[in-house]
């Protein structure tokens, strides 16, 4: 058994003490505005992009009509004749 008790910002059932939630206070705010800011970006880069590729209506690409078709060839039986 140890002599001294592990120090830790959590209690024996893991949830967050009173001293990890002092801790944590000065920077609740500062994180949620840094976290919604980086969220906004994100949303909004998504948003730009989306519209961006909605108004490309792709008229200057060329499509071909269709595949062309590989040349027939004509069967050939064993005994060197054609069908």
Known sequence: MPILKRSSYYESDYRQSAALIRARR??????????AAIFSFAL?????????VGQDNFEDVKVPDAPPQPAKTPKVAVNGTTS
């Not at 000065?26 to 976290?35: D, E, I, S, V």
């Not at 909004?44 to 961006?52: E, K, L, N, S, W």
Request: aromatic share 22%; net charge positive; hydrophobic share 45%.
């Open 26 to 35: 000065p920077y609740l705010f500062k994180n949620m505005a840094t976290g």
């Open 44 to 52: 909004g880069v998504y948003a730009f992009t989306i519209h961006a």
